[in-house]
């Protein structure tokens, strides 16, 4: 019985230009996410099973995960809604259903790529936060117990902020108390407004690419 053929790079080309053609960025994430192993963070391609093949998929895949991820950190709030919109149209389901669905197990957070830096990890999930409550407003719907908690205050205390960046509440005192993060004294206690955070983030997430690209 003769093998069958491993598919060659032009194989691994089409898979790559496939991929990129799919019409919204969200679907480019999710389909990606999709072909990444939850425990050991290797992307695969159904039709690449031959060993010579498999790692070169894997690192094609996770530069377009990378790529794709990035694209949408980049977009504004208006070009996200509009790939958001696009998305779900393609979706065998309601758009109420999708973003209930995703508020209440926030499934979108699968999208992230492994490489992704914890700003801009924070930086995506905020980003949909802010998208999901848009939609809920476009939609006119009342938010329930369930989902309340979109609902976010623009003043944010230490505790929110320390659980929000998952980072110890003595090194977010640190960083407010030298300007390392924007923040305001009331009295004795920090307030952070959220608007001022989200910003940080994407200056944060930009300087971390920027030094990526010079090395």
């Known amino acids: 019985m003769v093998p069958p053929q491993s598919p060659d790079r032009e194989r691994l080309s089409q898979i790559e230009a496939d991929i990129r053609a799919l019409p919204s960025v969200l679907g480019q994430l999710a389909y990606l996410a999709?072909?990444?192993?939850?425990?050991?963070?290797?992307?695969?391609?159904?039709?690449?099973?031959?060993?010579?093949?498999?790692?070169e998929a894997h690192r094609v895949l996770e530069r377009l995960h990378t790529q794709s991820f990035r694209r949408w950190l980049n977009l504004?709030?208006?070009?996200?809604?509009?790939?958001?919109?696009?998305?779900?149209?393609?979706?065998?389901?309601?758009?109420?259903?999708?973003v209930r669905t995703w508020i209440q197990i926030e499934s979108y957070r699968c999208f992230v790529p492994t490489s992704a830096s914890p700003p801009e990890r924070q930086l995506f999930f905020s980003d949909?936060?802010?998208?999901?409550?848009?939609?809920?407003?476009?939609?006119?719907?009342?938010?329930?117990?369930?989902?309340?908690?979109?609902?976010d205050r623009d003043i944010m205390t230490m505790e929110e902020v320390a659980n929000w960046l998952h980072v110890a509440p003595r090194t977010l005192r640190h960083w407010?108390?030298?300007g390392e993060i924007p923040a305001c004294r009331v009295g004795k206690l920090w307030?952070?407004?959220?608007?001022?955070?989200?910003?940080?983030?994407?200056?944060?997430?930009?300087?971390k690419n920027t030094r990526r690209f010079r090395h």
Not at 39 to 48: A, E, M
């Open 191 to 207: 307030r952070f407004r959220r608007k001022d955070l989200e910003e940080w983030l994407r200056g944060q997430a930009a300087s």
């Open 76 to 98: 504004n709030l208006e070009g996200q809604k509009a790939d958001f919109d696009l998305y779900v149209s393609g979706l065998q389901c309601s758009r109420p259903t999708v």
């Open 128 to 151: 949909m936060d802010t998208l999901l409550r848009l939609q809920l407003v476009d939609a006119n719907a009342e938010p329930g117990h369930e989902l309340r908690r979109v609902v």
């Open 176 to 178: 407010a108390e030298v």
């Open 34 to 55: 999709q072909l990444r192993d939850p425990n050991t963070g290797v992307y695969s391609y159904p039709t690449v099973t031959d060993r010579s093949r498999t790692q």
